[in-house]
């Protein structure tokens, strides 16, 4: 039950991260800064050890309602995680497409002399 728990904070603290990155996104519409990434990496690599113990641990002496609850509330949040995360992506994806059509429209306008002779040309 003590991995399960481990489990479930680091849960929750990926949740609060995936949130302040959705504010982030939202706010400055770009990606996020390189302390935010650190953070997720060490929670990432936090949470493959959580993971490795939940795999390893034993199950005896633990109540089937009270783990049954933990793994559903787990679910749970692991759920909002991911509908967050998809939501992060497809922020940063519209920012960063956003950002490739502002460089797109900022070139210079070809002239109309030169259009002229490329149309001469191929007509």
Excluded: W
């Amino acid at each position: 039950m003590e991995a399960l728990q481990k489990h479930q904070q680091v849960c929750d603290e990926l949740h609060a991260l995936a949130l302040d990155e959705n504010r982030h996104l939202q706010q400055h519409r770009r990606a996020p800064d390189a302390p935010l990434l650190e953070r997720k990496r060490t929670l990432l690599s936090r949470l493959d050890d959580t993971l490795l113990a939940l795999r390893t641990a034993s199950r005896e002496g633990v109540g089937a309602s009270d783990f049954r609850q933990a793994i559903e509330k787990t679910r749970s949040r692991i759920l909002q995680i991911l509908q967050l995360d998809k939501e992060n992506e497809q922020l940063l994806l519209r920012f960063s497409l956003a950002g490739n059509r502002a460089n797109e429209n900022t070139s210079p306008a070809a002239s109309p002399s030169l259009l002229q002779k490329i149309y001469q040309r191929h007509s």
